[in-house]
């Protein structure tokens, strides 16, 4: 069986921590190859068996438009994540309950993920953050300072030290 738009959007997701050379060449052959933006859409290249949603057993492609957009997510191709969120905005209805989103018409299996509405350390342990440079963060005598991050989307935030 050759590529896969779903079974590679998955692979490529999963694997990165693990075998990130390979999830790498996955991700690129399926970027390269099976998905491209078109105006306003985005277009992939499944098979019929891939249209298949095997929560519901109900065709359409939004299980490998979710596969995919995870992925995209995971290499920070943020224009085709968004991309892809439109698209599966457009076919599926968006269902919001209890800080999660998730898409009627596709199972469980391809649930959008959940909204984090709150994590306190030590329940959640952010292992990295990046910003864009134009926020800057000034700490007070004691070298503290309380940065408050809006999480409607995947975020990164980088504090350091300015120069003395």
């Known amino acids: 069986m050759g590529p896969s738009v779903g079974n590679d959007g998955v692979m490529s997701y999963w694997l990165h921590?693990?075998?990130?050379?390979?999830?790498a060449k996955t991700w690129e052959n399926l970027r390269e190859n099976l998905v491209r933006i078109e105006d306003d859409d985005v277009e992939i290249e499944a098979t019929r068996w891939e249209?298949?949603?095997?929560?519901?057993?109900?065709?359409?492609?939004?299980?490998?438009?979710?596969?995919?957009?995870?992925?995209?997510?995971?290499f920070g191709d943020n224009e085709l994540a968004n991309?892809?969120?439109?698209s599966l905005d457009k076919r599926y209805e968006v269902v919001r309950?209890?800080?999660?989103?998730?898409y009627s018409g596709i199972s469980s299996w391809g649930d959008a993920g959940h909204v984090l509405a709150r994590a306190a350390y030590p329940d959640v342990l952010v292992t990295r953050a990046v910003t864009d440079g134009q926020?800057?963060?000034?700490?007070?005598?004691?070298?503290?300072?309380?940065?408050?991050?809006e999480l409607d989307d995947r975020?990164?935030?980088?504090?350091?030290?300015a120069a003395p």
């Open 17 to 23: 921590i693990s075998m990130p050379d390979q999830a």
């Open 51 to 74: 249209m298949l949603d095997p929560g519901n057993y109900t065709l359409g492609t939004g299980m490998s438009r979710v596969s995919v957009m995870a992925a995209a997510k995971e």
């Open 83 to 86: 991309a892809l969120e439109r």
């Open 97 to 102: 309950q209890n800080g999660a989103r998730a």
């Open 135 to 149: 926020a800057t963060v000034a700490a007070d005598d004691d070298g503290c300072a309380l940065v408050t991050v």
């Open 155 to 161: 975020r990164e935030v980088l504090l350091r030290p």
